[in-house]
Each structure stands twice: as C-alpha cells, then as structure tokens.
C-alpha cells in the first residue's frame, strides 16, 4: 500500500489530524492539506522528521528587531521534535502560515527557528494536528511601528 499524504476532520470539523509522507515539504504539505480542507485560519502543531532543515533567526540592534537572519541550512536529517504555527493569509491574500520548530541531530544538538518554505522536505513522516479558525481573520502583514509581519486578527 502507498501512503499519501491526507488529513481528516474530526466530527465537528473543528480539528484536522494528518500526516505528510516522504519528501513532502513541511510547510508547503500542510497548505495543501489546509486548502483540501478549506481551512483560512488555525493553529498547526506537528512532530516527525525531515531529510534537511532550513530557518531563520531573527537579528536585533540595541536590542530592537531588525529583521530576519541569513538561511540556517542543517544538510542531515533531524527529528522534528516540537513545531508550532499559525495558519493565516500572507498581505497579498494568499494562503501562509508562520510556523517556529525545535530539531534535534543524532549527536542530540538542538537548533530552532522560523522555518522556511520550500526547505524541510520530510524524511520518514510527520504528524500534525490543526485547530480550526475558519471563523477569524487572520493576517500576516507588515507592521510599521514594530517592523516586522505580525498577525493580525480579526473577526
């Protein structure tokens, strides 16, 4: 049997249980499954492993944020040992979500960020749950006091 990537609303459709097969893009997997779905805004958690892993940190000067780093790049599979995010839409409308995980190398090394799209294909499997917000707005636009995208929610 060939596994597929697939997620199920539970009876309420409040919350999607899932799972992302080989190769899938972390991210770019669970838009996919949010749009099957017709999921606008949520919450996503998630665990599993990826074949690679890419993120970025956030800089500062004089301890105010100045934006994102360069890309992170770990080239070995990790385990995705704590992912948490939240499904919104980007400032042009389109689908996003703004998600921040913990991995952990075989040595044990742990190392986290915001993830980036495109960069975390999966390696065995991940395991997800999605908390249903289709009732609120969300955002993730620029903010020009804080400079930075934050989301912004409404109803």
């Known amino acids: 049997m060939t596994r597929k ?12 249980f899932g799972s992302l097969t080989a190769g899938t893009d972390l ?10 779905q017709q999921i606008s805004s949520g919450m996503v ?10 993120y970025v940190l956030f800089e500062t000067k004089n301890n105010h944020p100045t934006g994102y780093g360069k890309q992170i790049t770990i ?4 385990e995705l040992i704590h992912c948490t995010g939240f499904i919104c839409e980007d400032e042009n409308g389109e689908l996003d979500i703004h998600l921040h995980g913990l991995v952990t190398e075989e040595t044990g090394k742990i190392s986290g960020g915001h993830f980036l799209k495109g960069v975390n294909p999966t390696l065995i499997t991940i395991e997800f749950t999605i908390v249903c917000g289709n009732e609120i707005k969300a955002v993730r636009e620029y903010d ?3 400079t930075f995208k934050v989301i912004n929610y409404s109803r």
């Open 144 to 146: 020009e006091e804080l």
């Open 27 to 36: 991210i770019e997997g669970i838009l996919e499954e949010c749009r099957k």
């Open 75 to 78: 080239k070995n599979p990790v």
């Open 45 to 54: 958690t998630c665990i599993g492993s990826l074949k690679e892993v890419g």
């Open 5 to 16: 990537n697939h997620s199920y609303p539970t009876e309420a459709g409040k919350v999607i």
